[in-house]
């Protein structure tokens, strides 16, 4: 603090302390009763006047959950035999057949694509040698194609699964956390779509690939594997038809003939020991498969003969339907030479 300057106030220094004290006490006492009253008046007044509400302070917004892509939805088509036969796929493409929509056919632009998506669940389902109860890492799979002598293009050229056994290959893979692979998600995604994740969903996915993905895949080969994989197909989709090649493997079929279906697909890489397989493969390479670069009839030891008989009476029994008239097509053909 800065000192007065000397003489700045000596007229009020002069006067005697009591008579400072005198003089200003009922000044002061009445200053300090007015001040008190008008601070009462003033609370009082505070305390009635109305007060505004207390304007809310903006909150920020609360943040927004991110929401995880989801897999654009496949536009699937319907399609005849012949028009699935001469269509050129660009990537992937997805038929609903035209004769039985609970079949869908997975339509490739390569056999690497089609590789990618499908040769884990091959090795689950039907690959002889390896587990039936577990899905394979990548490892373990990379090991069983080159064992087998193949790439993942040639695990298989054509591929056929019930919607039950690509329910269970998602949910082994989802238990045991075998991570997969982008491909392999999208085949979740379309499962999803079509429903096949229910219960008791009923239906068979083929697959095939596009003209000249391999120089072993001719226009020839792919009618070939088209026409096996949509009986395939049949079989998943159709119990009746199913029950009917079981019955003609146990009725029709001679012990030896039985033999000799077993060791031509034991050869081939099949799982001999499901029978339900080999019934289900009998009916395809039997019946439809004609393309002699796939099947004759000496690699289950037939004559043609034989062959020729066990078609005839496939055909009396078979249930009506369209695969029952392709194979009527074929003995009309046959006739006729």
């Known amino acids: 603090m800065t000192p007065p300057e000397p003489g700045a106030d000596d007229t009020i220094r002069i006067l005697p302390t009591a008579a400072r004290r005198r003089s200003r006490a009922p000044l002061a006492a009445i200053a300090v009763a007015a001040l008190v009253a008008l601070l009462a008046a003033g609370g009082v007044g505070w305390l009635l006047w109305p007060h ?13 959950a991110a929401v995880p892509a989801q897999p654009s939805a496949f536009q ?23 004769a039985n929509p609970r079949i869908l056919v997975l339509d490739f632009a390569s056999l690497h694509e089609q590789g990618l998506m499908l040769d884990r669940v091959a090795a689950l389902v039907e690959k002889a040698g390896l587990p039936r109860d577990r899905v394979l890492p990548d490892a373990e799979l990379a090991a069983a194609i080159s064992a087998s002598g193949d790439t993942i293009d040639t695990y298989y050229y054509g591929h056929d699964y019930p919607a039950a056994a690509l329910a269970q290959f998602f949910a ?10 982008p491909q392999e998600e999208r085949l979740r995604a379309l499962l999803q779509q079509v429903g096949w994740f229910a219960p008791g969903a009923l239906g068979g996915l083929i697959s095939l690939p596009a003209v000249a993905s391999d120089p072993k895949v001719t226009i020839l080969a792919r009618a070939a594997i088209l026409r096996h994989e949509l009986s395939h197909g049949e079989f ?15 009725t029709e079929l001679t012990d030896q003939e039985r033999a000799g279906v077993r060791a031509f697909l034991a050869k081939e890489d099949y799982d001999a020991s499901k029978e339900e397989l080999m019934y289900n493969e009998m009916q395809a390479y039997l019946m439809f498969t004609r393309d002699p670069m796939f099947f004759t009839p ?19 029994g078979m249930p009506a339907g369209w695969l029952h008239d392709v194979l009527a097509g074929y003995q009309s053909t046959s006739a006729a030479r």
Do not use: C, K
Request: aromatic letters at 10%.
């Open 52 to 64: 505004p509400a207390p304007i809310p302070r903006p909150q920020p917004p609360a943040p927004v």
């Open 76 to 98: 699937l088509e319907t399609a005849t035999e012949h028009q699935i036969l001469d269509h050129i796929a660009a990537g992937l493409t997805v038929f609903q057949f035209a």
């Open 236 to 250: 998943f989709s159709d119990p009746n038809y199913a029950s009917y090649v079981h019955n003609f493997w146990l």
């Open 298 to 316: 000496n690699m289950v030891g037939l004559t043609p003969a034989r062959l020729a008989e066990l078609q005839a009476r496939f055909l009396a």
């Open 172 to 181: 082994l893979a989802d238990q045991e956390h075998i991570a997969l692979n």
